[in-house]
């Protein structure tokens, strides 16, 4: 009893402007039997804890990422920057943009490229020698992009998703996780895909996902500049 009224007060303690809880939802809400902490050990921002045998709550410290949800079998936690809605709107996007062939990256990812593409373009002149203009220097194009703040937001329904809006394939960017404060987002992440494409496989779909920490240069907009 001491661990369901710890977790009937947890949930109740996270809901917030990031992320809604559906308390009627969770699997020891339902049974009262199973001990299911999934969405504790895949919170990456230490919002969801478990201390010293105790389940505790740091709302602040919640970053909306969405590895928590993700990693609920019942969707009892339900992400709000970006909605599920908003998300796969902006899948749509991307699959359009690259015809075909969308990228999921988390942020540590995006602002590696952005950093490397600017230092290319100092090196090669941009705003130097050469007289070329700011604005055709390369960069990502944001169009083709699904940025978010770790691939732990990333779940079986998108990646089906992905497929069901007739992308090729798809890829997904990671930073590298060692020593990332999202780590367990990343780990999960993986499994995910695997889930994901032995899912699709059993109804005959061959649809497959890269994990990649290189960012592809088909989102760069001068890719033949570098």
């Given at each position: 009893?001491?661990f369901?009224?710890?977790?009937?007060?947890?949930?109740?303690?996270?809901?917030?402007?990031?992320?809604?809880?559906?308390?009627?939802?969770?699997?020891?809400m339902r049974n009262?039997?199973?001990?299911?902490?999934?969405?504790?050990?895949?919170?990456?921002?230490?919002?969801?804890?478990?201390?010293?045998?105790?389940?505790?709550?740091h709302?602040?410290k919640?970053?909306?990422?969405?590895?928590?949800?993700?990693?609920?079998?019942?969707s009892?936690?339900e992400?709000?920057?970006?909605?599920?809605a908003?998300?796969?709107?902006?899948?749509?996007?991307?699959?359009?943009?690259?015809?075909?062939?969308?990228v999921?990256?988390?942020?540590?990812?995006?602002?590696?490229?952005?950093?490397?593409?600017?230092?290319?373009?100092k090196l090669?002149?941009?705003r130097?020698?050469?007289?070329?203009?700011?604005?055709?220097?390369?960069?990502?194009d944001?169009?083709m992009?699904v940025?978010?703040?770790?691939?732990?937001?990333?779940?079986?329904?998108?990646?089906?998703?992905m497929?069901?809006?007739?992308?090729?394939?798809?890829?997904?960017?990671?930073?590298?996780c060692e020593?990332?404060?999202?780590?367990?987002?990343?780990?999960?992440?993986?499994?995910?895909?695997?889930?994901?494409?032995?899912?699709?496989g059993a109804?005959?779909s061959?649809?497959?996902?890269?994990?990649?920490?290189?960012?592809?240069?088909?989102?760069?907009?001068?890719a033949?500049?570098?």
């Amino acid at each position: 009893m001491a661990f369901l009224d710890s977790l009937i007060n947890l949930l109740s303690s996270i809901e917030s402007d990031k992320i809604a809880v559906h308390d009627e939802r969770c699997v020891v809400m339902r049974n009262r039997n199973v001990e299911c902490l999934r969405c504790v050990r895949a919170c990456t921002s230490g919002a969801l804890a478990l201390e010293n045998g105790e389940l505790k709550v740091h709302p602040e410290k919640c970053i909306g990422c969405g590895t928590c949800a993700s990693a609920c079998p019942t969707s009892a936690i339900e992400v709000r920057t970006p909605t599920d809605a908003e998300l796969t709107c902006v899948l749509k996007r991307s699959i359009v943009a690259t015809k075909g062939h969308p990228v999921i990256a988390c942020e540590k990812a995006v602002r590696a490229a952005d950093k490397r593409l600017a230092d290319a373009a100092k090196l090669q002149g941009w705003r130097g020698a050469l007289g070329l203009k700011a604005k055709d220097a390369p960069a990502l194009d944001e169009a083709m992009l699904v940025e978010v703040p770790c691939l732990g937001r990333v779940d079986e329904s998108l990646i089906a998703a992905m497929a069901a809006y007739r992308a090729l394939d798809g890829t997904l960017v990671c930073a590298h996780c060692e020593g990332c404060e999202h780590e367990p987002g990343g780990m999960q992440v993986m499994d995910v895909i695997e889930s994901a494409e032995a899912l699709m496989g059993a109804f005959g779909s061959k649809f497959s996902v890269e994990f990649t920490d290189e960012m592809p240069s088909r989102l760069t907009t001068t890719a033949s500049a570098l």
